[in-house]
């Protein structure tokens, strides 16, 4: 049976991280999840659960537990980049979403690097820039610059078409970055609202060491 809408809104309300834009969420993106959830439900043999009927990206805020849902950005080049696919070529993959107004986001660069340099193949590293002033999405120009001018040895993406945001955000990103995100066999193991990169980590250490 079917869970009813309060039960499923309770139980997303619970699984969101703390200090994340649970408190101040807009109902209409509960609604919304509730719909493409029940949709998916009665055409699971036929739809792609990340997809809505009009091809749109699902919205979204999966958590820890949850599979990573299927979308696409953009790199510094202006190439397409499947994230899903993407992450599924290494051990673990790593996203650290971020954006210009971010000030904790252009710090944490070089803790990255080291990361980079730590694992080297091993783990799938991406900043992907979610936002130049909140609210506007992202450039191919914002990318470069951001990549160049902090000197950053991983891939810079960017969220120009606004698939991350609404498949990982809800449709609003808000002022909840940084976020953390591990994605280990296609699930999201680790959601960490402003979380230190050396949290990320020791997390890795402990699933691929």
């Given at each position: 049976m079917r869970p009813s809408t309060l039960a499923l809104a309770l139980a997303?309300?619970?699984?969101?991280?703390?200090?994340?834009?649970?408190?101040?969420?807009?109902?209409?993106?509960?609604?919304?999840?509730?719909?493409?959830?029940?949709?998916?439900?009665d055409t699971a043999d036929t739809a792609d659960p990340d997809v809505t009927g009009d091809g749109q990206v699902a919205l979204g805020t999966p958590t820890e537990g949850d599979p990573f849902p299927a979308h696409?950005?953009?790199?510094?080049?202006?190439?397409?980049?499947?994230?899903?696919?993407?992450?599924?070529?290494?051990?673990?993959?790593?996203?650290?979403?971020?954006?210009?107004?971010?000030?904790?986001?252009?710090?944490?660069?070089?803790a990255i690097n080291a990361m980079l340099a730590k694992y080297g193949d091993r783990v799938g590293i991406t900043q992907l820039l979610l936002e130049a002033n909140p609210g506007d999405p992202p450039s191919q120009a914002l990318c470069s610059d951001w990549a160049g001018q902090l000197s950053t040895n991983?891939?810079?993406?960017?969220?120009?078409?606004r698939a991350a945001r609404d498949a990982m955000f809800g449709g609003a990103v808000g002022d909840t970055l940084p976020v953390q995100l591990l994605i280990w066999n296609g699930e999201i193991v680790l959601r960490s609202l402003g979380g230190s990169v050396e949290t990320v980590d020791s997390t890795i250490d402990a699933l691929i060491n």
């Open positions: 997303l309300a619970l699984a969101s991280p703390m200090a994340c834009d649970s408190t101040t969420s807009d109902p209409d993106v509960v609604t919304s999840n509730d719909v493409v959830e029940d949709t998916t439900d696409s950005v953009k790199d510094c080049a202006n190439a397409e980049v499947e994230l899903k696919s993407w992450a599924a070529g290494f051990e673990i993959a790593y996203i650290s979403y971020a954006a210009q107004w971010c000030t904790a986001c252009r710090e944490e660069v070089p991983y891939t810079v993406t960017y969220d120009g078409d």
